[in-house]
């Protein structure tokens, strides 16, 4: 895992490592000890493993709006402005507040 500083004040990038995959414990001490902003480049997650991923940081919260979750998995809320057939396909104003 290489993990480098992004040079702004906040962030980095983590690359050399594939979060589809179970992480050693050693690995997620050295992402929590860099948290902060951090981008994992050229990631291909099954949603399955993007809540294995969350779930190492603590409880994961199911959104009260309780639309777009994932299928499956509640505390996956899909974000998107995109529409099919007139039909949002995801919540498209998240984080607008």
């Keep these: 895992m290489k993990i480098t500083p ?3 004040a906040l962030g980095a990038r983590v690359e050399a490592i594939d979060l589809s995959h179970p992480l050693s414990d050693g690995d997620f001490r050295q992402i929590l000890r860099a948290l902060g902003v951090l981008c994992f480049p050229a990631q291909q997650l099954e949603t399955e493993a993007v809540v ?3 779930r190492m940081f603590g409880e994961l919260e199911i959104n009260v709006a309780n639309t777009f979750h994932e299928p499956g998995f509640p505390e996956v809320m899909v974000l998107s402005n995109m529409t099919q057939q007139g039909r949002a396909l ?3 104003d998240a984080g607008q507040g």
């Design 6 to 8: 992004t040079g702004r």
């Design 52 to 54: 294995r991923f969350g």
């Design 90 to 92: 995801g919540l498209a």
